[in-house]
């Protein structure tokens, strides 16, 4: 079955410094993994997604994920980070679906908290 | 930019009463989610809706659960008789094509209390 972990619950920076949140993922078949982000009050907003192709993958507001089929971690990462980046962070894996409707299985989430 | 909306934000109501949580997906979408979050705990996938009819389903949702699309925008989830388990947020996604190619867009959320 497909799973993600997520292990750290919260995660500190201070504004300008590097970020990473950490996911890892357990799959059978392709890992096809996501990242979303939920603000205060609203949905789940879609980052990025790593379907195939480079293990660098660049999505919205400047944040990026590193594929690593090895350690089989998929980290969201930001060089700089702002204080509006403070959100609660989600990784998802995809069930594999291609010709129909495909579920996310989500891991628990990591708040992050940039603080000035 | 188009969006996923929900309604109401917040449902309170008591146990083995009946509630419909409204949704609108975007508009040229055309695969439907619903999913939970029980406070503290993982976004959990409940049900997918593709040709007016159920892709699949999670063992979560039992008999209680009805899902509909009632006309050509709003989707919807019946619980037929709410426990107090079923104290959730419900988020509602949807796709414009289908797999996992596509990423899925969420509404901000029914906020469920049942007493």
């Known amino acids: 079955a497909q799973s993600v972990a997520q292990p750290e619950d919260q995660v500190n920076v201070a504004e300008g410094n590097p970020l990473t949140v950490k996911c890892t993922y357990s799959?059978?078949?392709?890992?096809?993994l996501f990242w979303y982000v939920q603000y205060p009050n609203r949905g789940l907003q879609f980052l990025l997604k790593y379907i195939t192709g480079d293990n660098l993958v660049k999505g919205s507001y400047g944040f990026e994920a590193e594929f690593n089929k090895s350690q089989t971690s998929f980290h969201l990462k930001k060089p700089s980070a702002l204080v509006s980046d403070s959100a609660l962070y989600f990784c998802?894996?995809?069930?594999?679906?291609?010709?129909?409707?495909?579920?996310?299985?989500f891991g628990t989430g990591t708040r992050l908290q940039v603080f000035p | 930019e188009p969006e996923v909306t929900q309604t109401p934000s917040h449902q309170v109501t008591q146990m083995g009463q009946e509630v419909i949580l409204r949704c609108v997906p975007i508009?040229?979408?055309?695969?439907f989610y619903w999913y939970r979050q029980i406070l503290g705990q993982k976004v959990e996938f409940l049900v997918s809706f593709y040709n007016n009819e159920i892709s699949e389903k999670s063992e979560i949702f039992d008999d209680q659960f009805s899902v509909e699309r009632p006309d050509g925008s709003n989707f919807t989830l019946k619980i037929r008789s709410t426990k107090l388990e079923d104290s959730a947020m419900y988020f509602c996604a949807s796709s414009e094509l289908a797999g996992f190619y596509n990423e899925q867009f969420f509404g901000p959320g029914t906020r469920l209390t049942v007493l």
């Open positions: 799959v059978s078949g392709n890992p096809y």
């Open positions: 508009s040229n979408h055309l695969y």
């Open positions: 998802a894996v995809s069930s594999g679906r291609s010709n129909n409707t495909d579920k996310l299985i």
